[in-house]
């Protein structure tokens, strides 16, 4: 069978979410499946691909797929043209699109919806793109993977008509992530924080991220305690960050938050493991891998009640209203104080379970078999 798949997030010199579900998916799909010829469909010339295997072809297609307009010419004519003269069987893609314009049948991620629950967060071209093509690409898929049960639920209330072409396909943990040892914990803080303990925001900062509120409740849980804890903030500023910078430079304790900009691999891992607490305090995300990171190492989480978040921090993690600093600022507390810290981690230890890469990956390959062009299978 020859398995086309939508590569456009294997190309940056730093994986980010949806590149790293791509990449944790293909590879272990290859390596358990090298009986079929995957090709990988990259928008540009990669000199180090992140994928190298005797099974996977790299087809590049141009162009760059970057914008809008960008995006409508590979995915409506620079994809279809590859996968016929590839004679591909089925194309996967990974990252929340597809093409309305090949007769392959098509597999795709839905990560989340947010462009319809914050459209104003949205570039005035990006938005437009996406109303007019995502309800089509939903509707033109031969199946739908949903990142979590709630994104799941959320596909469906705005497109009840797929309902019956949706399933779940969890994110799962990077090996790198494990507890660390006391002596190497000490070691992280007094490189990262001055030797304090600390509380870590992970991800790009922009508005539906919340992390003015989390700012905000650090300012109170400060004041209350007087703790000597440092808020460290571990990720780039993306866009609209005028809100966030402003709280930031206002807040009474600015000389204890502390910006890392963007962390990956080990480093991450390690400045996770080192952690009091994983904080995600956003409005909407579609899985929030940085909390299923924490549960990893065994570091509790505090995650805002909206969509996904409860889901995958679990019966362990500190819940708060999103837009409650004061609530938040009372979890950074119950946090630091740890009364209940080894139950909410153990707690954690047995929800993590359900996320693994291995079985969302069999998941996808069966589900891609299933609809993939049946003479062509051997």
């Known amino acids: 069978m020859r398995i086309a798949i939508n590569?456009?997030?294997?190309?940056?010199?730093?994986?980010?979410?949806?590149?790293?579900?791509?990449?944790?998916?293909?590879?272990?799909?290859?390596?358990q499946h090298p009986e079929h010829e995957y090709l990988l469909l990259y928008d540009r010339t990669v000199p180090h691909p992140f994928i190298v295997h005797p099974s996977a072809k790299p087809v590049v297609c141009h162009p760059p797929a970057r914008h809008p307009l960008l995006w409508?010419?590979?995915f409506e004519c620079s994809v279809p043209l590859a996968l016929r003269r590839a004679q591909a069987d089925v194309l996967f893609?990974?990252?929340?699109?597809?093409?309305l314009r090949t007769?392959?049948?098509?597999?795709?991620?839905?990560?989340d919806l947010a462009y319809l629950h914050f459209p104003s967060h949205v570039p005035a071209m990006v938005r437009a793109y996406y109303r007019f093509f995502v309800p089509r690409q939903i509707q033109k898929a031969e199946h739908l993977f949903a990142v979590s049960g709630a994104t799941q639920d959320d596909i469906v209330h705005w497109f009840p008509g797929c309902r019956e072409k949706i399933?779940?396909?969890y994110n799962g943990i990077r090996d790198c992530f494990n507890p660390l040892g006391e002596a190497e914990r000490t070691e992280?803080?007094?490189?990262?924080?001055g030797g304090a303990e600390y509380f870590l925001f992970v991800g790009a900062i922009h508005p539906r991220k919340n992390v003015e509120t989390l700012v905000r409740a650090f300012g109170l849980f400060k004041s209350k305690t007087?703790?000597?804890?440092?808020?460290?903030?571990?990720?780039?500023?993306?866009?609209?960050?005028?809100?966030?910078?402003a709280e930031l430079n206002a807040s009474s304790s600015r000389s204890d938050i502390l910006l890392l900009n963007y962390l990956d691999g080990e480093v991450l891992a390690r400045v996770t493991a080192s952690a009091v607490a994983v904080v995600q305090p956003s409005f909407l995300e579609g899985f929030g891998v940085p909390v299923l990171e924490a549960l990893s190492c065994n570091v509790p989480v505090i995650v805002s009640d909206r969509?996904?978040?409860?889901?995958?921090?679990?019966?362990?993690a500190y819940t708060f209203p999103a837009e409650d600093a004061h609530a938040l600022a009372s979890c950074l507390e119950g946090a630091m104080l740890g009364v209940d810290r080894e139950s909410r981690i153990t707690l954690g230890k047995l929800h993590r379970e359900q996320f693994d890469w291995n079985r969302s990956a069999d998941h996808i390959y069966q589900r891609l078999v299933a609809v993939a062009r049946p003479f062509r299978i051997q």
């Open 167 to 169: 399933s779940v396909a």
């Open 7 to 31: 590569a456009r997030f294997l190309t940056t010199p730093h994986l980010e979410g949806i590149g790293w579900y791509t990449y944790e998916i293909v590879r272990r799909m290859i390596e």
């Open 93 to 99: 893609s990974p990252d929340g699109y597809c093409s």
């Open 72 to 74: 409508m010419a590979w």
């Open 307 to 316: 969509f996904s978040l409860p889901e995958v921090g679990g019966p362990g």
């Open 103 to 111: 007769p392959v049948p098509q597999c795709m991620v839905v990560h």
């Open 188 to 193: 992280v803080k007094r490189t990262y924080s």
């Open 226 to 245: 007087a703790s000597k804890a440092k808020l460290l903030i571990a990720g780039r500023l993306a866009w609209r960050t005028d809100a966030f910078l």
